[in-house]
């Protein structure tokens, strides 16, 4: 049976495309399978394949003190940033769609900046603030600043869609029928940008929750994230407990978006835009 040349460069567009979509999908879950594997080895080192099943690196994980106050720390740091920039990201979503700003272009720049800034910049400028204004001792303090201002452009990008797509009228309909704006907002607009927010806030806890670039340059003795210490860790620390840690918060992450699909679902994020 003979193709024409219009078949065969299909087959191999076609075959090509496959072959690159398996790469990256091999490329991006062959490190997590090795974390995995190597977090149930019975050896005292890390080494894949393992030798030996045992939960005994789990157990150490589970008992460390670090852990338990890194995760902590994380976790408060990342709600605290999280409702700041969504504050933050929806007021200034809503004045750049609804009122003309003045040097509106150089404003949306400056809020969008952290998407095309480098995070080691970032966090490199922030350090050098610190250090000028002698804040050093209010480390928790700076890392929810800092991590509000990097996860502030997931909160306003969705929500400035969102309004920019949505029915103004009706906004205005509910002033003219005696709302007071913030009734008009509460009731009218924020429902319906209501997905945009709640996609934003999720990447921006996911983000805050996992970055090391920018946290690593603003932690302090007592208040150090989860991703910095585990990278300590990993740097001195030769058992494989620090790979179980990881499957930890893999599987705290996969239940953790289970969740959202159970309840707003995940089709929130394809709204959003």
Same mark, same amino acid.
């Given at each position: ?33 090795? /974390? ?49 920039? +969504? ?9 750049? %769609?609804?009122?003309?700003? =003045? ?10 900046? *952290?998407?095309?800034?480098? %995070? +080691?910049? &970032? ?10 204004? #002698? ?29 920019? #797509? %949505? ?6 309909? /509910?002033?003219?029928?005696? /709302? ?13 940008? @209501? =997905? ?17 670039? +920018?946290?690593?340059?603003?932690? #302090? ?12 860790? &990993?740097?001195?620390? *030769?058992?494989?407990? *620090? /790979? ?21 679902? @995940? ?7």
């Amino acid at each position: 049976m003979s193709y024409r040349p219009a078949d065969l460069m299909l087959r191999g567009w076609h075959l090509a495309v496959t072959c690159l979509v398996g790469f990256w999908v091999v490329f991006l879950l062959a490190p997590i399978v090795v /974390a995995v594997a190597v977090s149930f080895t019975a050896t005292e080192y890390p080494v894949f394949p393992p030798q030996g099943i045992s939960l005994r690196w789990y157990a150490n994980a589970l008992s460390s003190s670090w852990f338990r106050e890194s995760l902590a720390v994380s976790a408060v740091v990342a709600l605290a940033a999280t409702t700041l920039s +969504v504050l933050l990201g929806t007021s200034g979503a809503y004045v750049l %769609s609804r009122r003309g700003v =003045p040097g509106q272009r150089l404003l949306e720049f400056v809020l969008m900046s *952290p998407l095309i800034i480098p %995070s +080691v910049a &970032i966090g490199f400028a922030l350090f050098h603030l610190v250090v000028q204004f #002698g804040l050093q001792k209010i480390s928790f303090i700076n890392l929810v600043i800092a991590h509000a201002v990097v996860t502030l452009p997931f909160i306003l990008r969705p929500v400035w869609a969102s309004l920019i #797509g %949505s029915n103004r009228s009706l906004e205005e309909a /509910a002033l003219s029928l005696g /709302a007071t704006p913030w009734e008009a907002f509460r009731h009218v607009t924020l429902p319906a940008v @209501l =997905p945009g927010v709640v996609a934003g806030a999720i990447i921006s806890f996911t983000f805050s929750f996992n970055d090391v670039t +920018v946290a690593v340059f603003l932690v #302090g003795p007592t208040t150090k994230t989860l991703p910095v210490e585990l990278m300590s860790q &990993i740097e001195y620390t *030769p058992d494989p407990t *620090p /790979a179980a840690i990881t499957a930890i918060i893999m599987a705290i992450t996969f239940i953790f978006f289970m969740v959202v699909e159970r309840t707003v679902g @995940l089709k929130i994020f394809a709204r959003s835009e």
